[in-house]
């Protein structure tokens, strides 16, 4: 048989794995995936419980939109401040299910940019949060220059580790908001 009618053959009697469509269904990529039609008529607002961030969802909206879900889906741009949320959003669920919530906390990323946030606001923030929320470590998506950088904060041992894909160091203004 000609290549070319075999591959024709091939292409109409697709193989189904059913143990990887079940295991797609668990996937957070494949359920994006299922959205993807609502994505295109308006974006979704999605609310977060206060315990996440320690700021109520009304003050900080997260609206994902079609572009954010192919940004995640797609992998190959930069990814907006709302697709950071939802990650956050995401660990934060992965560790209460782990039974890990009172560990690890999470920063919410709009509210330490130095774009829309005073200094003393930042600070305010961060230091309300960790003082109520007692987590052991906190996870901080920071963006700077277009790129998104991860800060690790253990308050109790006065550490900050630094983690950044293109070996940056942490800008000035960042270390002043965590000195302060």
């Not at 315990?51 to 192919?70: E, H, N, Q």
């Not at 940004?71 to 660990?91: F, H, K």
């Not at 998506?141 to 109790?156: A, E, F």
Request: glycine share 4%; charged share 20%; proline share 6%.
């Amino acid at each position: 048989m000609p290549l070319l009618a075999r591959a024709k053959e091939v292409m109409r009697e697709p193989h189904v794995d059913h143990a990887n469509i079940a295991e797609a269904e668990d996937d957070p990529i494949s359920r994006l995936l299922t959205i993807l039609p609502r994505l295109k008529k308006k974006p979704i607002q999605l609310q977060w419980d206060i315990r996440v961030f320690g700021v109520d969802s009304s003050d900080v909206p997260l609206y994902i939109s079609l572009p954010d879900a192919l940004e995640i889906v797609g992998g190959n741009s930069m990814l907006n401040i709302s697709v950071i949320q939802l990650w956050a959003m995401y660990m934060d669920k992965l560790s209460v299910e782990q039974a890990q919530a009172e560990v690890y906390g999470f920063i919410e990323p709009q509210s330490i940019q130095k774009s829309g946030n005073t200094q003393v606001q930042i600070q305010q923030y961060m230091q309300t949060w960790m003082s109520d929320s007692r987590r052991h470590i906190y996870m901080a998506p920071y963006i700077d220059g277009s790129h998104w950088q991860l800060m690790v904060i253990i308050p109790k041992e006065y550490t900050v580790v630094w983690f950044c894909s293109l070996h940056r160091k942490p800008s000035q203004e960042i270390k002043s908001q965590l000195h302060g």
